[in-house]
């Protein structure tokens, strides 16, 4: 059974461009959500995608962007980078929107911005 | 708007030192509380999940507790392998985004 995958495992980008995320949920598991974890903090939230839709949005700015595929499968777009969003980038996902249903992580997306 | 604080944020044990880890949060209804391992370099591993006061789970050297006011992870005997960051959070009435602590980064000395 496939947990959630991401892609690219690692990667460094320059302050101004922009950067695309991949994830692929838990088999089973039809929503997605998108966390960053700075260094030495605990996680926080981004969004959350249920039937292709942004369902909830955490206290992140507009350059912040998603989108969810038929098939479940999400992205995460960062536009305009700057130096604060090096972090790591955790997909998660659960089987269905409702609060309190366990969810599960993926291995994240170190980014780099330099 | 939900809150969870952890502590210790650093605790160092010998092995076979049984301790526990305290997760205090406030939420307005809560849905589910949550404990994740998280080793360096790597993505939060799910452990448990605990839905109301009085609720215990357990696998293999810990046990986690839930009250209405925080809950502990306790760790029986541990070995170096426990060794990792324990993150706390919760979900609520929100919805289903995890509100997380700041974690308590656990060392296991042989």
């Known amino acids: 059974d496939a947990g959630v995958t991401q892609s690219p495992t690692h990667l460094i980008k320059t302050r101004g461009q922009q950067v695309t995320l991949r994830c692929s949920p838990k088999?089973?598991?039809?929503?997605v959500s998108w966390y960053q974890q700075a260094l030495g903090q605990g996680p926080q939230f981004i969004f959350q995608?249920?039937?292709?839709?942004?369902?909830q949005r955490g206290n992140f700015p507009d350059r912040f962007s998603g989108h969810q595929f038929p098939n479940y499968s999400s992205e995460l777009n960062v536009n305009a980078l700057l130096l604060g969003d090096s972090a790591l980038y955790l997909c998660?996902?659960?089987?269905?929107?409702?609060?309190?249903?366990?969810?599960?992580f993926g291995e994240g997306s170190w980014l780099t911005v330099v | 708007e939900d809150q969870v604080t952890q502590s210790p944020e650093a605790l160092r044990l010998q092995e076979g030192e049984s301790s526990s880890l305290n997760c205090s949060y406030t939420?307005?209804?809560?849905?589910?509380l949550f404990w994740y391992r998280q080793d360096p370099g790597k993505g939060p591993e799910f452990l448990f999940t605990?839905?109301?006061a009085g609720e215990e789970k357990e696998k293999e050297r810990l046990k986690a507790t839930l009250t209405k006011k925080e809950s502990f992870l306790h760790i029986t005997a541990p070995k170096p392998e426990d060794s990792a960051t324990y993150l706390c959070?919760?979900?609520?009435?929100?919805?289903?985004?995890?509100?997380f602590g700041g974690g308590t980064r656990l060392m296991v000395k042989p």
């Open positions: 605990l839905y109301s």
């Open positions: 939420v307005s209804g809560l849905r589910g």
């Open positions: 998660a996902s659960s089987p269905g929107p409702t609060s309190g249903n366990t969810i599960y």
């Open positions: 995608y249920y039937e292709e839709e942004e369902r």
């Open positions: 959070a919760v979900t609520s009435d929100a919805g289903n985004m995890l509100t």
């Open positions: 088999s089973g598991h039809d929503t």
